[in-house]
Structures are given as structure tokens and as C-alpha cells.
């Protein structure tokens, strides 16, 4: 007889979240070098487990980056086949000072986990291994499963859609199930139905040939540190608040007044929002909430500046060369490429004269929307609904998962993003954190969305 998911969730709890700390212990950081064994064994563990919870095939598929595990279990060619995705390989810790505890060990305290990647992903991914044990176990396992692992999401998934478009019969699916986004409550379950593009590029801006003492020279000769300053501060209108780069609102597609509603039915408290972040307002493009500034809304901010001495005590130097990291977050429907062809254009005809502009495009991906209506849809609200006692609210995320566009485009098939995180779990930051709730209510969603979607699609 088949055990029901809370009864399989309880006897194997402790089991469960001792094998997803030691894979959180692996310091599979994509985007640093010295990590690099360290990524292949997470790609090694994540086989390992999924050989383990009962897929019949499971590979390390090289790439020319890092590897993609695979893992499958076909038990009808006749049933629908779910796909799904992740990533095994966090962002970096820094700065690890202000960790309450190491980063790569992790520890549980009130009642969640904290860890780089607890939550992004390696939690939230963690989860479809384990409902597919217990689906396998009890032998409830409605659809044929794929499994899709990689381990390249956090530096663009550069090599992914050169195995997605060489690899198309291998991935054949109906539908494509991702846990990389979060929920607005433990109380208040929601789908992401949006997410944003992104356009992240390096600006690097060169003044004199070498360093400089800034008593003889200074005043002289042009400072890239002022420079790249100045150049900045006029990507952003300080009153509107409006990225001022020529055309890239052009292509903004505007949101509907169905849609407008549903975020103001999203329960949102500012104060709260402003004290659980530190600060004392919000600020943004004018004339729109939080909410829409967030998910509906393009941006553009600078993830990281360097130049001139950065060291201990005093060095009065203008700096050769200065260097900033720039995001910028799209919406439907702009275009990676083209917002990074428009951001270059611009950012180099604000250069003060005697600064020269290096701009690299580092990665990007389009924005997405999914329907409301569809199979998938339906059948994730009906598990949501069947272990929260609520249906879900459909959402736009702020983050991008690049990959969601060209799974589209290459494999002709929707994604279902089920995510079981909260805005609230520092992911890419300090501390970052995973509710065991959240954890645990992932792997008891994840079986029904399986059942629901069979029923629904025959």
C-alpha cells in the first residue's frame, strides 16, 4: 500500500535535509576558478542522488564549461513527459565577513537553513529529487520524467543552449517544471507566471597610462573614478527616475488593467517592506508601486565598481583605469541584445574627453510570459491549492532564468515556474537562507502537480 506524502515526509525528514547539507557543503561556485573541482563533485552528487531515487539513466554531460547532469525515468512513451530544470552551482559568498556562519557550512536555526545556495537552487531543486523518490517508492509516478541539472545558471548558462539545441530528442517533453523563484508568503502561495530579461555588461574606462600621484597631477588630467562616477549618474534621470539611454522604452510592452488589479490585490505592507530591508523610504521610476517597480518594470543598477586603491589606510593615487558591472532587468518585449547594443551606444557618447570606453556584453536573456490558462497552469494551482488549502495568485518575478525563453524557442514547450522560496531569503547575499516549511512543501506539492497534470492532459 502506498504511503501518503506527509506520512513519507515525516519518517524521512532528518534524511532528507542531512543530504541536501551536504551537498550545500560543496562549494560549487560557477563564476570563481579556484572552485572548480568543487563544481564537478556537486555535479557528481546531484548523480548520484538522482541514480539513487530511481532514475534509469542518469550522465554527466560535458559541455565546454561546466557539466549538465541528466537523469530520466520513462515508464510510458504513451503519457506526458515533465522536464525538469535547475542548478547545481551557487553565486559567490563575498563578503564573507558578514556570514553569521561559514557560508559552505551550513546550520539550521529557527527553523531554516542557512547556506549559499540553501535556496538558490540547490534547495529548491533538491526538492524534485526527493518527490521523485517518494513518487518512485510508492509507485505513484504518473508522467515520464527528465531531469536537467546544470551547473553554469549564475554565470549565464552560456553552454546550456548549445546543448538544448544539439540534444532536442534527448529533452523532448511537454512541459517544463522549474523551482528558482520564490512565493510571496508561507501563507500566501503564488506561481511566477513573468520574469524579467537581463542585459549585464562591464564598463571599463581608461584616463592616463598608469597611475597617478594625485598632488602632481590632480586637477590636471582626467580621473576615470570621477568619470565613470559621472558617466553613470546620468544613465538614471534624478528626478523621474527613468533610465534615460535613447530608445529603451521603445519596445516596453504595457501591462493590462486585469493585470494592474492583481497587483494591488497582492498583500503588501511598505512599512514593512522598508524595515525588513534597513532603509528608510523606496525609491524609483515615478508614478508606479513597489510591486510594479519590481516585476513589470524595466531597471538598470550597478552591481559593482572598482578603481584606484582599495586597500587599508591612505594612497593618494588617480587610478589608470576604472571599471563598474551594469544589469539592466527587461520587460516584455525588449530584447537582450538589442537593449545592450542601445546601453553601448550611449554610455560611450557620455565619455569626457581624454577617458577611452571598453564595454563587454557579458550574458543576457529575454524576458517571458506564460498563460494562466493552460494545462500546467491549472494543474500547479490545483497542488498548490491541495497542500496550502488556497489557490496560488499567478506573479511576475523580478529575477531573470534566462534559459525559460529558449526552452521555448528550441523545444516548442511552456515552463511552470513552482517556486517555494520567499523574497525574505537573501539569495546572491549574505546569510542567504531556505525555510524547512518551505522545503519540506516543496517535495509534498511537487507529486500532485505530476497527478494533476496526467489527469489533465488525457
Known amino acids: 500500500m502506498a504511503q501518503n506524502i506527509t506520512d513519507y515526509i515525516a519518517s524521512n525528514k532528518d534524511r532528507f535535509l542531512d543530504e541536501l547539507l551536504e551537498l550545500l557543503r560543496i562549494p560549487s561556485v560557477s563564476a570563481d576558478p579556484e572552485f572548480k573541482e568543487d563544481v564537478f563533485n556537486a555535479a557528481t552528487y546531484v548523480k548520484n542522488r538522482l541514480a539513487e531515487a530511481g532514475a534509469d539513466k542518469t550522465e554527466i554531460c560535458p559541455t565546454d564549461g561546466y557539466p549538465i547532469v541528466y537523469g530520466e525515468k520513462m515508464i510510458d512513451p504513451a503519457l506526458p513527459t515533465v522536464l525538469v530544470y535547475g542548478h547545481y552551482d551557487v553565486q559567490p559568498a563575498d563578503p564573507y565577513e558578514l556570514w553569521t556562519n561559514p557560508p559552505f557550512e551550513p546550520v539550521i536555526k529557527d527553523s531554516k537553513i542557512y547556506a549559499r545556495g540553501a535556496c538558490d537552487d540547490k534547495g529548491q531543486m533538491y526538492m524534485h529529487v526527493k518527490a521523485f523518490e517518494y513518487m518512485m517508492r510508492n509507485n505513484l509516478l504518473t508522467c515520464n520524467v527528465k531531469f536537467m541539472i546544470e551547473g553554469e545558471e549564475e554565470v549565464g548558462s552560456a553552454n546550456l543552449g548549445t546543448f538544448v539545441k544539439n540534444h532536442h530528442q534527448k529533452l523532448k517533453c511537454d512541459v517544463i517544471l522549474i523551482s528558482d523563484t520564490s512565493m510571496i508568503a508561507n501563507d500566501v502561495p503564488s506561481i511566477t507566471v513573468g520574469l524579467r530579461g537581463l542585459a549585464y555588461l562591464e564598463v571599463e574606462v581608461t584616463g592616463p597610462n598608469r597611475d597617478l600621484h594625485s598632488g602632481t597631477y590632480g586637477g590636471a588630467v582626467p580621473n576615470p573614478i570621477n568619470a565613470l562616477c559621472e558617466m553613470i549618474a546620468k544613465l538614471i534621470d534624478e528626478k523621474t527616475r527613468k533610465i534615460t539611454i535613447p530608445g529603451f522604452y521603445d519596445d516596453v510592452l504595457a501591462i493590462s488593467e486585469e493585470e494592474k488589479q492583481a497587483i494591488k490585490d497582492i498583500p503588501f505592507s511598505l512599512e514593512g517592506y522598508e524595515k525588513n530591508l534597513g532603509i528608510s523610504a523606496v525609491r524609483g521610476e515615478q508614478s508606479f508601486s513597489t510591486i510594479e517597480r519590481t516585476s513589470v518594470r524595466p531597471t538598470l543598477d550597478v552591481n559593482g565598481i572598482k578603481g584606484g586603491y582599495q586597500g587599508d589606510g591612505a594612497k593618494t593615487v588617480i587610478a589608470s583605469v576604472a571599471s563598474a558591472k551594469i544589469s539592466m532587468r527587461l520587460v516584455p518585449n525588449q530584447k537582450s541584445e538589442k537593449i545592450a547594443d542601445l546601453f553601448t551606444e550611449y554610455f560611450k557618447s557620455l565619455a569626457p574627453e581624454g577617458i577611452k570606453v571598453k564595454i563587454t556584453n557579458m550574458h543576457g536573456g529575454d524576458p517571458v510570459v506564460v498563460p494562466i490558462d493552460s494545462v500546467e497552469y491549472r494543474a500547479a494551482s490545483k497542488a498548490y491549492l491541495q497542500t496550502f488549502g488556497k489557490n496560488p495568485l499567478p506573479g511576475r518575478a523580478g529575477g531573470s532564468i534566462p534559459i525559460v525563453k529558449l526552452f521555448e524557442d528550441e ?44 489527469e489533465m492532459k488525457k
Open 411 to 454: 523545444l516548442g514547450v511552456k515552463s511552470v515556474m513552482m517556486g517555494f522560496g520567499l523574497d525574505t531569503d537573501q539569495i546572491h547575499s549574505p546569510n542567504e537562507n531556505f525555510g524547512i516549511f518551505n522545503f519540506l512543501k516543496g517535495i509534498e506539492t511537487i507529486p500532485y502537480f505530476f497527478k494533476y497534470y496526467a
